[in-house]
């Protein structure tokens, strides 16, 4: 009963502090940012 409780209040306490480590750590180093092309003159429109 007690072990029970422990893993259910815990486990998500867990997850969301590992899913807060990779969004702050990993995922932005795994991001590929795609060329920006350059800015266009639009008054040669």
């Known amino acids: ?3 029970s409780l422990v893993l259910s209040t ?3 306490l867990l997850t969301g502090a590992v ?3 990779w ?3 990993v ?3 795994r991001e590929e ?3 920006v092309p350059d800015a266009r003159d639009l008054r040669t429109w």
């Open 19 to 21: 899913a807060l480590l």
């Open 33 to 35: 940012r795609p060329d």
């Open 10 to 12: 815990s486990l998500p």
């Open 23 to 25: 969004a702050g750590f």
């Open 27 to 29: 995922a932005p180093e």
């Open 1 to 3: 009963m007690t072990l």
